[in-house]
């Protein structure tokens, strides 16, 4: 039987598997495919790696959740074209240049079976400061405020208060991606709190 191909929703990965937005992530008919359920001893730590690349020729989906120790719960990096076969591309290995005295990526490079993509941030956004994710402070994904509410907001990112739930968030930063000789564009998805022993982290940093 054929892999699935991508249909036109994947053109915006907000899946959180790494199979086409035909198939659902949970066999319960009531749950949104939207949210992510996480049970992690947030005392130790957890640091999780979510990063969708659309190259002109096909689209890498890498993901990779750990604990403090680096126990890999949850790994994944398919590769996907339009005519396929689908193609696993390993255990990804993810080296990070942060910005100093922080965990916020300048840089990085995911090594898999297939080569070395290299990875340049350019901008971030903060998912807990007006995206809704906790621990967001105004609204959050799922969360009633009556038929016909709107509402609209403005946020002074350099303001330390504003950003300061960014600490207990994941943060999406736009990359541009290099992979032998390709120019690609995505997501380097970045959750990392307390310790992290693989990347030096003690849980003394700040985000």
Same mark, same amino acid.
Do not use: C
């Given at each position: 039987m054929p892999a699935p191909r991508p249909v036109p929703l994947d053109e915006y990965p907000v899946h959180q598997i790494a199979r086409s937005m035909r198939h659902v992530a949970t066999g319960d008919r009531n749950a949104h495919d939207r949210s992510i359920f996480h049970f992690f001893d947030r005392p130790r730590g957890f640091h999780r790696l979510w990063i969708p690349i659309r190259f002109d020729d096909r689209f890498v989906m890498v993901i990779a959740q750990e604990d403090a120790d680096g126990y890999r719960s949850l790994d994944e990096a398919p590769q /996907?074209? =339009?005519h396929g076969p689908d193609r696993r591309l390993g255990r990804a290995s993810v080296d990070i240049t942060y910005r100093e005295g922080t965990r916020v990526p300048v840089s990085a490079v995911v090594h898999l079976d297939g080569g070395n993509i290299e990875a340049e941030v350019m901008v971030?956004?903060?998912?807990?400061?007006? +995206? %809704?994710?906790?621990?967001?402070?105004?609204? &959050?994904?799922? =969360?009633?405020?009556?038929?016909?509410?709107?509402? &609209?907001? +403005? $946020?002074?990112?350099?303001?330390?208060?504003?950003t300061a739930p960014a600490a207990y968030g994941v943060t999406d930063h736009a990359a541009r991606f290099a992979w032998d000789g &390709?120019?690609? $564009? %995505? /997501?380097? =998805?970045?959750?990392?709190?307390? &310790?992290?022993t693989p990347s030096g982290f003690t849980g003394q940093e700040a985000m």
């Amino acid at each position: 039987m054929p892999a699935p191909r991508p249909v036109p929703l994947d053109e915006y990965p907000v899946h959180q598997i790494a199979r086409s937005m035909r198939h659902v992530a949970t066999g319960d008919r009531n749950a949104h495919d939207r949210s992510i359920f996480h049970f992690f001893d947030r005392p130790r730590g957890f640091h999780r790696l979510w990063i969708p690349i659309r190259f002109d020729d096909r689209f890498v989906m890498v993901i990779a959740q750990e604990d403090a120790d680096g126990y890999r719960s949850l790994d994944e990096a398919p590769q /996907i074209t =339009e005519h396929g076969p689908d193609r696993r591309l390993g255990r990804a290995s993810v080296d990070i240049t942060y910005r100093e005295g922080t965990r916020v990526p300048v840089s990085a490079v995911v090594h898999l079976d297939g080569g070395n993509i290299e990875a340049e941030v350019m901008v971030s956004s903060p998912l807990a400061v007006g +995206a %809704g994710y906790s621990p967001a402070r105004d609204w &959050r994904h799922g =969360e009633w405020k009556g038929r016909g509410w709107l509402d &609209r907001r +403005a $946020y002074d990112l350099t303001d330390p208060a504003v950003t300061a739930p960014a600490a207990y968030g994941v943060t999406d930063h736009a990359a541009r991606f290099a992979w032998d000789g &390709r120019v690609g $564009y %995505g /997501i380097f =998805e970045l959750g990392s709190f307390g &310790r992290h022993t693989p990347s030096g982290f003690t849980g003394q940093e700040a985000m």
